[in-house]
């Protein structure tokens, strides 16, 4: 816990400044919306490919109506919940708001808890998105052993659009649709912007931008994982470190921890974040009087799940693009 001197502030000039670290935006709502449940349970619904048949529904008078019926599966899931508590002792917090500073601390608190639990957040999602397990075998590629490295996206061999492709046509062999979206990571995306075959493509001058990257990728949108996490040594690293996932995904990213209002789960994606609804909560600031500190709790009911399935029961909506840089 913070002592007085580290919340007194002697020159007004810098009370206007902010100083710290700032983490840049993640991407886990942009791989998995957030869709609210009413229960802590359920079952995801895993589509048949009955509706790819190729079937003539020809009908000659008097004969009997073709009969259709739905199949799909469901697999179980269970809501997990994360919670996390604040607190800030009264005498720091009075004087830190009536000092010069005229911060308020406990507003901070709450604010610092819940970014920490998005924090955490991103990091598990990033675990199971890079988890070459979770996807179809044709739906991963070590682009270090591919083609003997060739087209790595630093390589001034590679053919990065011939790559996009063949991704694109894999994911649509699985669930139908082309991909939509990608997320890279920032060795990957620099990588992109000095490929040669792109510089090459673009008029002089013109900036090469996730925008402009989507643009020759057929993809609606692309976005750098840019979002950084504490190492053991006490460093900081990238979540996100030399890969690239393609994937489609008909929403758009919720704001933090919201669910989205028109999301639903019954729709075909890569992946949705389930979470309770009503969910995040804020407990009510509470006051220890034996201690002399203000307290409180946030908490959020969530379980991220893959649910765009391939033919083989795995992540057929997504494809991972592993070592993407030399």
């Not at 580290?6 to 009370?15: A, E, H, N």
């Not at 901070?108 to 397990?133: G, H, P, Y």
């Not at 011939?162 to 620099?190: H, T, W």
């Not at 765009?308 to 070592?323: A, H």
Request: aromatic fraction near 10%.
């Amino acid at each position: 816990m913070m002592n007085l001197d580290q919340v007194r502030v002697i020159d007004p000039i810098l009370t206007q400044l902010a100083q710290g670290y700032k983490n840049a935006e993640g991407v886990a709502t942009f791989f998995a919306p957030s869709v609210s449940m009413n229960t802590r349970a359920g079952r995801t619904l895993v589509f048949g490919k009955e509706a790819f048949a190729a079937q003539s529904f020809l009908r000659a008078p008097g004969t009997n109506i073709q009969k259709i019926q739905n199949e799909f599966g469901t697999r179980s899931f269970a809501l997990r919940q994360e919670a996390i508590s604040w607190e800030i002792a009264e005498e720091v917090a009075a004087e830190a708001k009536n000092g010069a500073a005229q911060i308020d601390l406990r507003q901070f608190a709450a604010k610092d808890a819940a970014n920490r639990l998005m924090q955490s957040w991103e990091v598990q999602v990033a675990t199971i998105v890079t988890d070459s397990a979770q996807y179809e075998t044709g739906n991963v590629l070590d682009l270090s052993t591919y083609n003997g490295g060739a087209d790595q996206f630093n390589s001034p061999t590679a053919d990065v659009e011939v790559l996009m492709d063949d991704a694109k046509e894999q994911v649509r062999s699985q669930i139908g649709v082309y991909p939509n979206k990608m997320v890279i990571s920032p060795d990957a995306f620099n990588a992109l912007k000095r490929n040669k075959r792109i510089r090459d493509f673009m008029q002089r001058g013109v900036l090469v931008d996730e925008k402009t990257l989507a643009q020759i990728f057929g993809l609606d949108e692309i976005r750098v994982a840019r979002r950084l996490k504490l190492a053991a040594d006490g460093t900081l690293e990238n979540i996100y470190n030399n890969v690239a996932v393609l994937f489609y995904h008909p929403s758009g990213a919720t704001d933090g921890f919201m669910p989205a209002l028109d999301a639903n789960y019954g729709n075909p994606a890569f992946a949705y974040t389930y979470t309770l609804s009503g969910y995040p909560i804020a407990t009510p600031e509470r006051f220890n009087i034996e201690r002399r500190v203000f307290t409180g709790d946030i908490l959020v009911e969530r379980s991220f799940e893959l649910v765009g399935m391939g033919e083989n029961g795995k992540c057929g909506s997504g494809f991972i693009f592993n070592n993407p840089v030399a």
